[in-house]
């Protein structure tokens, strides 16, 4: 029986894709996946490469179609509503919204058209494609991207905006879909550390203002713990965590990303070596987030960096660095590669 504050609510969630074997360990992009998503909440969705994080995104809104198990969305079934039944998923797609990591912007069109193409949904093919929206909507994309701190931006064209607006033209795209819920595939991959926080911010403020739910796949644990209500880590498809950032232990880091050292199969993990600052790591080795998460308080203020490397294997740090934290100088215990280090204020 559904609690009437669950949106979303699934059930032993499965997809296998047909061309290619999904995960090493079940053969399947997605294995028995249980979820369930209240109103207003952040959850990210972290895990290395390969995951399964984007397939369970699509299976929500059937981008592709779940292989087993059930989605729940608002008391309706989508996983085996048939795509035959165009407009019941038509409705059902205006409520879920996409944030994407490339943006999907239209690029030759301003910063209001692009707002205004999250009302597509809501008209007939003739009138969306002759742009015939009404004052009211046209208002409430100023507003909107007045929300998300563009409201001078609203007639720039979308290719002038850096990427941290384009995210924010992107937020505001979702919102004035008018959605229960707010799906964002790694929407700050390509994005600063600044750009990201902003991001993170206006979606969390989406979540209690609005009373939106966001599910977000992340690769920056340290966004993840910073931002969420809740937390899923996947591993080959399976979900190996779930809970509140207090409860992402060093060993639950391990479980998510721990082992994995070989293959195409790296991660992405930002761990904060300044206090206020992240730094990309490409690491095929937990252990080493978890090392250098362990450094973070020692190098506070001190210009240090991992860099981005396919394997990890050495921690560096600049000279004068290690002479104020020694603890950081020398070979690090745990194999670990990396690339010229950089300055701490060019983070
Ligand atoms: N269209 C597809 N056809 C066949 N296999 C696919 C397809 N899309 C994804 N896969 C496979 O399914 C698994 C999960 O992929 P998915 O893209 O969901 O992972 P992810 O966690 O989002 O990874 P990343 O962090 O790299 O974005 C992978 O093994 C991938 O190769
Ligand atoms: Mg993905």
Do not use: W
């Amino acid at each position: 029986m559904e609690r009437a504050d669950e949106l979303l609510v699934i059930k032993g969630l499965g997809k296998s894709y047909e061309a290619r074997r999904g995960s090493r360990a079940t053969g399947k992009a997605l294995n028995g996946i249980d979820f369930t998503a209240r109103p207003g909440e952040l959850i990210s969705v972290i895990g290395p490469s390969g995951a399964g994080k984007s397939t369970f995104l699509r299976c929500i809104n059937r981008l592709i179609d779940p292989t087993e198990g059930s989605v729940s969305f608002c008391g309706q079934d989508i996983a085996h509503r048939s795509r035959g039944s165009l407009r019941s998923l038509r409705e059902v797609r205006r409520q879920i919204a996409m944030i994407f990591q490339g943006y999907n912007l239209v690029y030759r069109l301003t910063a209001i058209q692009n707002v205004l193409h999250g009302r597509l949904g809501y008209k007939s093919v003739l009138a969306g494609s002759l742009g015939l929206y009404s004052e009211e909507e046209k208002m409430r994309a100023f507003e909107l991207l007045d929300e998300v701190g563009l409201g001078a931006f609203a007639y720039r064209r979308a290719d002038q905006l850096s990427g941290g607006q384009m995210q924010r033209v992107g937020i505001a795209r979702a919102l004035i879909q008018e959605p229960k819920i707010i799906l964002a595939d790694e929407p700050i991959a390509s994005l600063d550390p600044k750009s990201s926080r902003m991001v993170m911010e206006h979606l969390r403020r989406v979540t209690r203002e609005h009373g939106i739910t966001c599910i977000v796949n992340l690769h920056q644990v340290d966004f993840a713990l910073e931002f969420s209500d809740r937390i899923m880590g996947l591993r080959f498809g399976e979900k190996v965590f779930e809970g509140a950032p207090a409860d992402l232990t060093e060993e639950a880091i391990e479980r998510i990303y721990g082992g994995i050292g070989s293959g195409e199969e790296t991660v992405d993990v930002p761990v904060a070596l300044h206090s206020g600052s992240a730094v990309p790591v490409a690491t095929t080795v937990a252990a080493a987030v978890a090392q250098a998460t362990a450094a973070a308080p020692l190098a506070a203020a001190v210009p240090a960096a991992v860099a981005v490397a396919p394997v990890v294997t050495e921690v560096s740090v600049e000279a004068d660095a290690a002479s104020v934290v020694p603890e950081l100088a020398g070979p690090a215990p745990l194999p670990l590669t990396t690339e010229a280090p950089v300055a701490g204020d060019q983070l």
